[in-house]
């Protein structure tokens, strides 16, 4: 699947299907630090995501203020 | 994961309430979080002029929706502070919200209307860019609130949270005896309210995105130097250890720490000899700043 990442933005590929708890630990993101998004949807810890998903992982700090 | 009120599909899992929400019954709690603490700390009433600092991120722009829902009429105050794309992106997205919902929105330039911009001003004075651009926004805010009853703003719990330990860790008790989630008016100085105190940073960002509300989700390029929010990193991994701990450290000092830090015989204000604002000393420290960004030669010959 597609993941899109943040500060800056950019896209890793990754292998999928998965569960989204496995995603961020195999990308070594703290589940609580960022947002799970799907198009509109927003996911947690427990969904699944499929090879052919696009998944941005936005983080909660916004930088700034 | 289900929703804890209708069992269908969760979206939003807050772990320090060990609850797990749908769309609507997400939205729902933090709009019922936020009317509680509006109620709770009696920030306003129906009937008050209200201003909110909006800057285009996911907080301000929540609240503006949340407050807008909950009945409240609320306008809007930008504070163009020109650092580069990341001011003129902001500034696009805080007038597409407000066009679209038809909601009223002031523009303060601080390059046009006052001469400098912020990577200027760090550039001049020996402090961080975030010292004065702080610094500067509380007087644009202060300034742009005249006229209104309170000025509303979008800090959440984890800004407050990281800005107690900041405040603990130096042990600064000027700052504890003034870190509230109302700070009432006194001369000169507008009524400040901060509705979003319960609700986490997660739960804002989550808000802005099921409400379908499009933020500056990249960050100040200067933020490298922010200390509050290397204090938020720190804080999460506490948070994740023990979920409610943040909440517990903010709210157990505003119950029963705050109180022995009450500011006692207030210092005496007067007002800048240049722009009359309240002041403690003679110029105070915005038009210091401005002065030194907008003439630095002469003040590096003197
Ligand atoms: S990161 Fe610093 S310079 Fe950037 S907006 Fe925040 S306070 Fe201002
Ligand atoms: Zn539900
Ligand atoms: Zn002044």
Redesign the interface.
Known sequence: MKVVLRHPRREVVVEGPSIVRDLLAHLDIVPESVLVIRGNELLTRSDKVEDDDTIELRPVISGGM | ?NCRVCKQR????I?RHNA?FC?DHFVEHVQRQVARTIHDYEMFGPDDRLLLGV?G???SLALWDILTGLGYAVDGVYLHLGIGE?SSESLILTEQFAAERDLALRVVDLPVDYGFSIPQAAATQGRSACSVCGLSKRYLLNDAAAGYDALVM?HNL??EAATLLGNVLKWNTEYLGRQAPVLPAVEGLARKVKPLIRVA??ET??YA??R?IEY?????PM?AG?TI?RL??RM?VL??NSPGVKQQFLFGFFERGAGHFEVGEKTELGSCRSCGSPTTGDVCAFCRVRDRATHPLEVRES
């Open positions: 994961m969760a979206a939003v899992e772990r797990a769309p800057s991120g996911k907080d990341y979008g984890d800004d940073e997660r960002a989550a995105v099921l379908g500056e989700v990249e960050e100040c933020v922010n929010n938020k990193e999460s948070e994740a």
